[in-house]
């Protein structure tokens, strides 16, 4: 299959997540199994799986919204706090308003 007829979220992802969606394909979706292939624990799992969800929410806004995105992206992958990213996209969506 052609990259271009992927959509969008999933070309967006990198490889560390194809290959967990993968592994979590294989394992039926099963966090214990996966818990299990990595070697840590369910809630740790849990996170990961969660972190993935929120990367893909995200990229769903990038047409609309790709400041925002890339500011919630940063936070998403531990590179940017929460706090400074809620900060950062208040301030943007108070400028948007005022102009």
């Known amino acids: 299959m052609s990259i271009e007829l992927l959509p969008p979220?999933?070309?967006r992802l990198d490889e560390e997540d194809l290959s967990f969606i993968r592994r979590f394909l294989l394992a039926s979706g099963s966090l214990k199994e996966i818990a299990r292939l990595y070697g840590v624990s369910y809630p740790t799992v849990r996170l990961r799986l969660d972190k993935?969800?929120?990367k893909i929410q995200i990229s769903e806004e990038v047409e609309?919204?790709?400041?925002?995105?890339l500011i919630k992206?940063?936070?998403v992958d531990d590179k940017l706090d929460f706090d400074t990213a809620k900060l950062l996209i208040r301030a943007y969506q108070q400028e948007k308003k005022e102009n």
């Open 9 to 11: 979220w999933l070309r």
């Open 52 to 54: 993935l969800i929120q």
């Open 64 to 69: 609309r919204e790709p400041y925002i995105s």
């Open 73 to 75: 992206r940063l936070a």
